[in-house]
C-alpha cells in the first residue's frame, strides 16, 4: 500500500466521521484563556477533554517563569544537548526531578514520547526482550520497534500472563524489561503495580520493571510521585518515565533510576542525542510546575474530589464509566455512531471531551474520554453534567434522570445545590426539553 | 512437538470462533484482509495462541504473518506444542 492509498484510505474513515457531524481532527480553538476554557468554533467551550489535570497552564508563577527565561536565555536552544551543550536549566531540572522522586538519577528529554522511544531503544539491547502491557501508549510501541530487542505483549493489567511469559524466557540469557503505565490514559484505571513488582522480583536476576507515570505524576502518590509511590513499590521500578504535557503543563520528559552508572546512556541514545533539547522557556516553566506542585498539595485533593464528582455524577446519570475514579473518566457507548453523536451534541452545548472509537481504542470500545482538572469548579462540573444529562436522554443512550438539586445534593455534599444562584441554567432547547421529563 | 497439520487444525478452530461466520477461514485467508478482524483483534488473537501453544510470540514474527499456513509455521518454529 503506497501513500496515496493511505491517504484515501484516511479520508474515507474521516470523510464518514464528517457526514455525521465534526471532524476531530481539524478542530481549531480560536483562543483558550484558562486550563478549562476555550472557544470554539466562535463559541465557548468548556474543557473536559485535556491532560491538564493540575490546572498547571495558567499558574502566575509558571507563565512568569517560563517568560522570564524565554527573555533572558532565547527561544531556543537551537541543538541537543550531546552536540551544542546543555544549559544550567537542564542541569538544575534533572537535579530538581531526583530529589523529587528520592533517585539517584534523572536524564530529561525533548518529550514524553522520545523519552519512551529514548529509554526503551537504550534498555532493548540486540539480545534482550521487552514485555509490554498490550493496552500501552503508541510511544511504547513504537520505542520496541526501533530497539534491537525482542517485544512481547502480555494481557492489559494481567501480571499473571507476564507471569506465564517471564517463565517461558527461563534461561533466556538477555535483560527482560517490563514496561507498564501507572494510570492508562484511554480507560483511566491504574496498574496492580505491587502485583506486577512482586513478579518482576520472582523472576531474579536481570529483570528490570519500567513504569510510565505520564498521566500519574502530579495525580496520584502521597507526594505526586505517581503510582509507584501510591502502591509503596518504588525500590521495585527500576526505571519511571514521565512527560511535562499533562501535570507540568508544558512539554518534555524524562526518566529517573538508581542504575549504576545511568548517565552513560546520554551517550547511547539516539533519541537523547539526535533531536533539539527542550527549550529555556519550557525548562524554566517546567522548573516552576514542580515546585508548584509541591507548595501547593491541595491541588491533588481538589483533583481528587472532583474526579469523583464527575465520575459518580456521569454514573449516576446511568452512563457506563471506566472501572475507577480517576483524572480520565471513559464513557463508554454501544456504536462508533453513538460516541460520534453524544460528542458532536456535547460540543453543540459547549462541552469539549475527546473522542475513541475502534481501531485506536483497546478491545474495539468505542468511548468518550472525559478528563477532569483540579482547576475545573464545582459550577463547570454541575453545568456539563446537566448538559450530558439532557443530551445523554435526547440520544436515548440514557434514561431521562432526577432532579437537578437532587443530584447534586448526592455528589457535592450539597455545596453546588445550595449556591444554585451561582448555577447557570441549562441550556434552552430540545436537549433541556428532554432532560425535564 | 506438535505436527504442522495439527497446529494449522487448531488455529483455525480458535480463528473460526472469532470471526463472523459468514467468513469460511481455511490455511489460505488473510488474518488482516479476509477476516474482518481489525489489527487489535489480530493482536489479541495472538494472545489466545500464546496460551494455546503455551509460547511467547514476538511482535517482530507476527509481522512476517500474513496467512493462517504461515501463522502456523511461526508457532511451529515457536516450538509450539502442549
Ligand atoms: C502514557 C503516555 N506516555 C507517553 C506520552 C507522550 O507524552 P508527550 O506528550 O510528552 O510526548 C503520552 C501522551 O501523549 C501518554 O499518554
Redesign the pocket.
Known amino acids: 500500500m503506497g501513500i496515496k492509498d493511505r491517504i484515501a484510505a484516511v479520508e474515507a474513515t474521516y470523510g464518514r466521521l464528517r457526514a455525521l457531524g465534526r471532524d476531530p481532527s481539524r478542530l481549531e480553538f480560536q483562543n483558550v484563556w484558562s486550563p478549562t476554557e476555550a472557544t470554539l468554533e466562535g463559541r465557548p467551550m468548556m474543557l473536559f477533554g485535556t ?1 491538564n489535570y493540575l490546572g498547571m497552564t495558567f499558574d502566575p508563577e509558571v507563565l512568569e517563569a517560563g517568560t522570564a527565561a524565554t527573555r533572558a536565555l532565547g527561544s531556543g536552544t537551537t541543538g541537543s544537548r550531546i552536540a551544542n551543550g546543555s544549559y544550567g536549566g537542564h542541569k538544575a531540572l534533572e537535579a530538581e526531578i531526583t530529589r523529587f522522586y528520592a533517585k539517584q538519577h534523572c536524564i530529561v528529554f525533548s ?6 522511544v529514548g529509554m526503551i531503544t537504550a534498555l532493548g539491547g540486540k539480545d534482550d526482550v521487552l514485555l509490554i502491557d498490550a493496552d ?5 510501541y513504537d520505542g520496541c520497534k526501533m530497539a534491537d530487542a525482542e517485544t512481547i505483549r502480555f494481557r492489559h493489567n494481567g501480571p499473571e500472563d507476564l507471569a506465564r511469559k517471564l517463565k517461558r524466557l527461563e534461561g533466556h540469557p538477555g535483560d527482560k524489561i517490563i514496561i507498564v ?1 501507572g494510570i ?2 484511554m480507560l483511566g484505571d491504574t496498574a496492580p503495580l505491587a502485583e506486577f513488582a512482586a513478579v518482576k522480583r520472582e523472576a531474579g536476576e536481570g529483570v528490570y520493571l519500567m513504569v ?1 507515570e ?2 500519574s505524576l502530579g495525580v496520584l502518590g502521597e507526594s505526586g510521585r505517581g503510582q509507584c509511590q501510591a502502591t509503596h513499590v518504588e525500590d521495585d521500578c527500576d526505571f519511571i ?1 514521565g ?4 501535570s507540568v503543563g508544558t ?3 524524562y526518566c529517573v533510576s538508581n542504575l549504576a552508572g545511568f548517565d552513560a546512556i546520554r551517550s547511547f541514545c539516539r533519541p537523547y542525542m539526535f533531536t533539539a533539547s527542550m527549550t529555556p522557556g519550557t525548562v524554566s516553566t517546567a522548573r516552576a510546575a514542580f515546585r508548584r506542585m509541591a507548595e501547593r498539595p491541595e491541588l491533588r485533593a481538589r483533583l481528587w474530589s472532583n474526579c469523583s464528582a464527575l465520575y459518580r455524577g456521569l454514573g449516576d446519570l446511568g452512563f457506563e464509566t471506566g472501572p475507577e475514579v480517576s483524572p480520565v473518566v471513559a464513557v463508554k457507548l454501544r456504536a462508533p455512531e453513538i460516541a460520534v453523536a453524544l460528542w458532536n451534541r456535547l460540543i453543540d452545548e459547549g462541552v469539549y471531551t475527546n473522542i475513541a472509537i475502534p481501531p485506536a481504542t483497546p478491545n474495539a470500545l468505542s468511548l468518550l474520554r472525559v478528563s477532569v482538572s483540579a482547576a475545573h469548579t464545582e459550577t463547570q462540573i454541575e453545568r456539563a453534567l446537566n448538559i450530558f444529562a439532557s443530551v445523554g436522554a435526547e440520544l436515548g443512550i440514557i434514561e431521562p434522570g432526577a432532579g437537578r438539586a437532587e443530584r447534586f445534593h448526592v455528589i457535592t455534599g450539597g455545596a453546588a445545590a445550595k449556591a444554585g444562584g451561582r448555577t447557570r441554567p441549562a441550556p434552552q432547547g430540545p436537549a433541556s426539553a428532554a432532560a425535564t421529563t | 512437538m506438535a505436527t504442522a497439520d495439527d497446529i494449522e487444525a487448531r488455529i483455525l478452530a480458535l480463528l473460526t470462533a472469532k470471526v463472523k461466520q459468514d467468513v469460511a477461514v481455511t490455511r489460505d485467508t488473510n488474518i488482516v484482509a479476509d477476516t474482518g478482524l481489525d489489527s487489535v483483534s489480530v493482536m489479541d488473537f495472538v494472545l489466545e495462541l500464546e496460551d494455546e501453544f503455551d509460547i511467547n510470540i514476538p511482535l517482530d514474527r507476527i509481522a512476517e504473518v500474513k496467512t493462517v499456513a504461515d501463522l502456523a509455521a511461526a508457532v511451529q518454529d515457536l516450538g509450539g506444542s502442549s
Not at chain 1, 500501552?136 to 511504547?140: F, N, P, T, W
Open positions: 491532560n518529550t514524553g514520547y522520545v523519552a519512551n500501552s501508549h503508541a510511544s511504547i503505565e492508562y490514559s510510565d505520564a498521566h518515565v512527560t511535562f504535557s499533562k512539554i518534555g520528559g
